[in-house]
Nanobody
Framework: HVQLVESGGGLVQPGGSLRLSCAGF????????MGWFRQAPGKEREGVAG????????YYADSVKGRFTISQDNAKNTLYLQMNSLKPEDTAMYYC????????????????????WGQGTQVTVS
């Protein structure tokens, strides 16, 4: 049974930073994509950052490149999303997810390739 638990969301002023964490348990190495997604009210879910665990390559949505960094700590079974220079348009519910790469490009940013999802953590930039 896979469990993903996000934490670290909150209210931050524009230009500020937050670090999201996702503690995960129970998934196997066959799940080779780990990612962060977000969804704002009235908008579609967006793949924000992904990591291909097979080689460690990372991928980002254009809207967050240069500001967000995804990383993982295998010893702690934890995925992170460091978010800097936050903007009001980054306001959304953020979800971590684990899945298997299915041929999308860029890799690990396509929600349909993800099977396991956390419950989400709210990020508000205001």
């Amino acid at each position: 049974h896979v469990q993903l638990v996000e934490s670290g969301g909150g209210l931050v002023q524009p230009g500020g930073s937050l670090r999201l964490s996702c503690a995960g348990f129970g998934y196997t190495y066959s799940n080779n994509c780990m990612g962060w997604f977000r969804q704002a009210p009235g908008k579609e879910r967006e793949g924000v950052a992904g990591i291909y665990t097979g080689g460690g390559s990372t991928y980002y949505a254009d809207s967050v490149k240069g500001r967000f960094t995804i990383s993982q700590d295998n010893a702690k079974n934890t995925l992170y999303l460091q978010m800097n220079s936050l903007k009001p348009e980054d306001t959304a519910m953020y979800y971590c997810a684990v899945g298997r790469y299915g041929g999308s490009w860029p890799p690990c940013l396509e929600g349909s390739e993800y099977k396991y999802w956390g419950q989400g953590t709210q990020v508000t930039v205001s």
